[in-house]
């Protein structure tokens, strides 16, 4: 059927007039007719130009391939990581879909590498469904703000955050509109692309022109005998399906003079005088993976070729949690970004998603480890450059382990390392590629490489006494429109105020990222507090520092740590002398303090949020209690909502010790607690059965009855907490879990965040920490708020969302298996496991670093 439609165009038959609405019935058989559900069933199983053939066979069969549900399914399946509800200004989704055809192909894809063949450019492809349009940008990274390197000032350390990169969107690369010409029957034309912000000298607008081309896949002998040359996209060591020749480097000259480049014809041999050579002619011939975009000035052409990387090859899996596009900070020439790939493929599992499991009965922590690293660190890795430098240029590869299991147990030196990788995390054995200018002398020096986490490697290059940070980049927030453009943070300010009750007439503003901590005295406790977030570009005092060196250092750089509330806690027996239950635990020679079952630490609010809660949030509730703290508790639906958890199993650090050991004036990351405690400190703990100095033990340990039953937050001790995690980005206000992203601004009520540390059974409150979202035009030059504006902030009549709406009303689709998914994939959960209580001893907190 296929082999008679019309190639070049899916819009070629009409087919007969439309049967009516109730005529959808078909009769292959004679008396026998097929439901129509069975029919749709069917044709969902087509092509476009399946479908399109299909419509020109008879009345019935040409309304079921009119459906526009069939069309809408097209539509989506080149559209990922968005759920496309409208076909926007066209009148049916098929409408949509032929608008864009044959050039959906490029969203669908998501990244795109090319440009110049040493540095090279990646592309983000997406649809924007308001315009209906197809656009491409180029990956950027706004300015890095370094912070002070802690440990030896004579080594170096880089680290780069992925959240500095944005979408170039002033200077759109691809911008197909769904008023340009589409190709004609008969023809593969292309498509003149709008260029915004381009004018010559003179003012004179349009003198850059560029069109999308088609490329033509290469042969096999052909990417043999072009191996190791530039000419060919994407380069050789990038894996890819076929590959495609690079116009630019085939032309040698314009078969036109330059001024017969600007006339507007729209004949279809105006090709901008590029070699014809390689372009398809027939759309069987069109590759998928690649095309040309020529651009001319008056006295510049270039053409750009761009690839695509297949998801499969940076897609992490189970036996593959290495695989994806990260970014690091080369030095000198800035960051760049590299594509890890884990080439080896094995005998996969009967159920991929318990390859990695839970601890089994009467399997120990070391078999399980053993288990479960075999599973893992095994094959081979590659980290190929996706843009390069005059040195090592793009498509090479700038490290490699051959074998994953190889660990350097020789006790080599790691200098700088060991101050800025946490401790414990293995070490591979690895190359890593150096060259002089122009790719010359290339050879491979001894590294070794520090897989801290899926997400974040370190490279130790042992010559240079060097590390680089190797951070995940999260593709698929590029190519969802809602999530790439404004989040609405650009108009607000960031506050951040203290109290140890709930009373904010007694609050006191916290300077954040400063080094001195804010002492606080209540009637049941002494509080040093130190605020630290990282990104803090626009918050209160207008001085704060954008961010801290607690973040630079190990564990927190690894992490990608984006806030931190620290603070030494000395609990006091009240005002009135001890309570009835302190004074009872005081007797029989029994610590006089807080049980380890009535110390919380968490959140609540005000008012109710039950009409803010967004799409998927009890998804992203249970996947808070499998990463961040197994523990936690709460009621969101409630008129006063809370999250809490027990503080010795949710805060990061405990360090028991007096004030002197916990806090270093001279330290310029403010408050820097360890696991573990001064002598009598960690006799405290051993007395009650905690670990002495592993905080994921000792987050485990807390999980039990028991254990919070033998533990006690002593009166008169002083007791060192650190609170932090890498799910709350300030800088752009959202929330970022595992298979979990929000934009906080869309669902903010008006509501402080609030992060309280109370007693469960007596009520008492010892330490209230409240960040506060305030508009810019409420808050005056000198960083001070009127007291009329944060009366009107947490009054009970909160804001109303921009489009007058409650997020119950929010008709995204949320999809939890996808969620789910992913978090079991980042966290090595496998499916069955997420439902287990806390009481579980078996709750895992491997990843809580």
Not at 151 to 178: H, R, W
Not at 579 to 603: F, P
Request: include cysteine; proline fraction near 7%.
């Amino acid at each position: 059927m296929a082999s008679t439609a019309d190639e070049s165009s899916i819009d070629s038959g009409q087919g007969p007039e439309p049967a009516t609405a109730t005529d959808t019935s078909l009769q292959l058989i004679k008396g026998m007719p097929l439901p129509s559900e069975i029919v749709a069933m069917i044709l969902k199983l087509l092509t476009p130009v399946d479908l399109a053939a299909l419509s020109c066979v008879c009345r019935a069969l040409h309304l079921h391939a009119m459906s526009d549900r069939l069309w809408r399914i097209l539509v989506q399946k080149n559209v990922p990581g968005m759920e496309v509800t409208s076909p926007g200004p066209f009148g049916s989704f098929r409408e949509l879909y032929i608008a864009h055809f044959p050039y959906w192909f490029i969203p669908q894809k998501k990244v795109w590498i090319g440009g110049d063949y040493i540095v090279g450019t990646i592309l983000i492809a997406r649809y924007e469904p308001e315009k209906a349009r197809i656009e491409g940008y180029q990956l950027l990274s706004r300015p890095w703000i370094s912070t002070p390197e802690p440990g030896n000032a004579g080594a170096f350390s880089n680290l780069y955050d992925p959240t500095n990169l944005e979408l170039f969107v002033e200077q759109p690369k691809i911008m197909l509109d769904a008023n340009d010409r589409p190709p004609r029957r008969g023809s593969l034309s292309n498509i003149p692309m709008a260029v915004q912000g381009w004018s010559d000298p003179a003012g004179n607008a349009g003198l850059l022109r560029r069109k999308l081309i088609f490329a033509t896949p290469m042969t096999v002998e052909d990417e043999l005998g072009f191996s190791g040359s530039p000419c060919m996209a994407p380069p050789f060591n990038i894996p890819a399906p076929h590959r495609v020749l690079c116009e630019q480097q085939l032309i040698d000259g314009l078969r036109r003079e330059n001024t017969s480049m600007y006339n507007d014809s729209d004949d279809d041999e105006d090709d901008y005088g590029l070699e014809v050579s390689c372009r398809p002619f027939r759309r069987a011939h069109l590759s998928k993976q690649a095309f040309h975009i020529p651009q001319y000035h008056r006295f510049i052409n270039n053409v750009d070729t761009y690839a695509t990387i297949e998801s499969v090859y940076y897609t992490p899996t189970a036996d593959k949690p290495f695989q994806g596009i990260f970014i690091a900070d080369y030095g000198g020439h800035g960051y760049e970004l590299v594509l890890i790939h884990q080439p080896d493929d094995h005998v996969k599992s009967i159920d991929e998603d318990t390859v990695v499991d839970r601890q089994l009965d009467g399997e120990t922590e070391a078999e399980y480890k053993e288990r479960r690293n075999a599973r893992i660190y095994r094959g081979s890795l590659e980290a190929i450059k996706l843009t390069g430098d005059i040195n090592v240029p793009r498509g090479e590869i700038t490290f490699v382990a051959n074998d994953l299991s190889a660990t350097d147990n020789s006790g080599t030196d790691i200098g700088i390392a060991e101050a800025v990788v946490p401790a414990g995390v293995r070490r591979i054995c690895c190359k890593g590629q150096i060259a002089d200018h122009g790719y010359k002398n290339h050879r491979f020096i001894d590294c070794r490489l520090f897989p801290i986490t899926p997400d974040c490697l370190a490279l130790y290059w042992i010559p240079f006494n060097h590390v680089m940070f190797y951070k995940r980049v999260d593709i698929d927030a590029f190519t969802r429109p809602a999530m790439a453009a404004s989040t609405g943070a650009d108009g607000f300010l960031l506050r951040v105020t203290a109290g140890t009750s709930y009373d904010r007439a007694t609050h006191v503003e916290v300077p954040v990222n400063e080094p001195r901590p804010v002492r606080l005295q209540g009637a049941s406790a002494d509080i040093s507090l130190c605020v630290r977030i990282h990104g803090y570009d626009r918050g209160l005092p207008r001085a704060s520092p954008p961010t801290s060196a607690y973040f630079a250092a190990a564990p927190h750089a690894a992490n990608g740590d984006t806030y931190s509330i620290g603070l030494a806690f000395t609990p006091r027996a009240g005002e009135a002398g001890e309570n009835e239950k302190d004074a009872k635990d005081g007797k029989d020679g029994k610590t006089a303090g807080i049980s380890g079952h009535d110390l919380l630490w968490g959140n609540d609010f005000d008012h109710s949020i039950r009409d803010h809660l967004p799409p998927g949030f009890n998804t992203a509730l249970r996947i808070m209690r499998w990463w961040i703290d197994p523990g936690i508790d709460g009621d969101a639906y409630a008129d006063k909502p809370y999250l809490y958890g027990p503080a010795l199993s949710s805060f990061n650090r405990v360090h028991v010790g007096g004030p002197d050991d916990v806090h270093d004036p001279h330290d310029d990351r403010g408050f820097w607690f360890e696991e573990g405690g001064d002598a009598a400190g960690l006799a405290m703990r051993a007395a009650a059965g905690c670990p002495p100095d592993d905080p994921a033990a000792r987050q485990k340990w807390a999980l039990t009855d028991a254990a919070k039953s033998s533990w006690v937050w002593a009166h008169d001790q002083t007791y060192g907490l650190d609170f932090f995690n890498a799910y709350l980005d300030f800088r752009e206000l959202a929330l970022r879990l595992p298979g979990f992203h929000l934009p906080v601004m869309k669902y903010w009520d008006g509501q402080s965040l609030r992060y309280v540390l109370r007693n469960r059974t007596t009520e008492e409150v010892y330490l209230v920490v409240e960040i506060t979202l305030l508009r810019q035009e409420d808050v005056d030059e000198d960083g001070t708020v009127s007291p009329e504006v944060l009366a009107k902030q947490h009054s009970k009549t909160a804001p109303k969302r921009d489009d007058g709406t409650s997020a119950s009303s929010d008709e995204t689709a949320f999809d939890e298996d996808k969620a789910l998914d992913e978090a079991r994939r980042k966290l090595s959960v496998g499916k069955g496991h997420e439902n287990e209580t806390e009481s579980a001893v078996e709750t895992s907190l491997d990843d809580v670093e």
